[in-house]
T-cell receptor, first 117, second 116 residues
Framework: AQKVTQAQTEISVVEKEDVTLDCVYE???????LFWYKQPPSGELVFLIR??????QNEISGRYSWNFQKSTSSFNFTITASQVVDSAVYFCALNSLRNFGNEKLTFGTGTRLTIIP | EPEVTQTPSHQVTQMGQEVILRCVPISNHLYFYWYRQILGQKVEFLVSFYNNEISEKSEIFDDQFSVERPDGSNFTLKIRSTKLEDSAMYFC??????????????FGPGTRLTVL
């Protein structure tokens, strides 16, 4: 069975602070992908990043960075110099190679991030 | 930029009524999905669809649910007899993936279903 745990239910930080959102996953599969999605108050799901299980390089995209550590089964997401527009619910998700490209996403419970002006 | 669209954005129905939620996936995508998010909870997989048949479905996707691709562009989710607990946001998603890769799933804006 696959499982994604986001232990932080809610986080509040003051604007311009850095914040890290934790994600721990469980899977028996050796080939899998990890994702982060953002859900702003308007409700849609916005894709942020995809990372495969063979690529442990950290990734940076502007103020966003991701730290993938297979040894601890974690895929953490850091926002530097946070802005009010970053306020949203962030979901970590997992899928794994099972049906040759038709893989369901298993989502975590999400972390609600509030940036205080 | 191509996007997944869903209609209606909000549907209110009486318990026991049938509802059909509609989605138009991105045109060159081959895999289609429905997910559900009960208010304040996580997003849950319902069903995936490829080559005009269901590929996988979750325990949630019981006999009350069905999916269809009635033409080359629409992908629908039908709930035959709605229950109060079906109230949720329903997301449609699609992905390209022809060779076993992991193209990201693009999500529609969701349909909020309220069952009274």
């Amino acid at each position: 069975a696959q499982k994604v745990t986001q232990a932080q239910t809610e986080i509040s930080v003051v604007e311009k602070e850095d914040v890290t959102l934790d994600c721990v996953y469980e899977t028996r599969d050796t080939t899998y992908y990890l994702f982060w999605y953002k859900q702003p108050p308007s409700g849609e799901l916005v894709f942020l990043i995809r990372r495969n299980s063979f690529d442990e390089q950290n990734e940076i995209s502007g103020r966003y960075s991701w730290n993938f550590q297979k040894s601890t089964s974690s895929f953490n997401f850091t926002i530097t110099a946070s802005q009010v527009v970053d306020s949203a619910v962030y979901f970590c998700a997992l899928n794994s190679l099972r049906n040759f490209g038709n893989e369901k996403l298993t989502f975590g419970t999400g972390t609600r991030l509030t940036i205080i002006p | 930029e191509p996007e997944v669209t869903q209609t209606p954005s909000h549907q209110v129905t009486q318990m026991g009524q049938e509802v059909i939620l509609r989605c138009v996936p991105i045109s060159n995508h081959l895999y289609f999905y429905w997910y559900r998010q009960i208010l304040g909870q996580k997003v849950e997989f319902l069903v995936s669809f490829y080559n005009n048949e269901i590929s996988e479905k979750s325990e949630i996707f019981d006999d009350q649910f069905s999916v269809e691709r009635p033409d080359g562009s629409n992908f629908t989710l039908k709930i035959r007899s709605t229950k109060l607990e079906d109230s949720a946001m329903y997301f449609c998603a699609s992905s390209h993936t022809t060779s076993g890769g992991f193209d990201e799933q693009f999500f529609g804006p969701g349909t909020r279903l309220t069952v009274l």
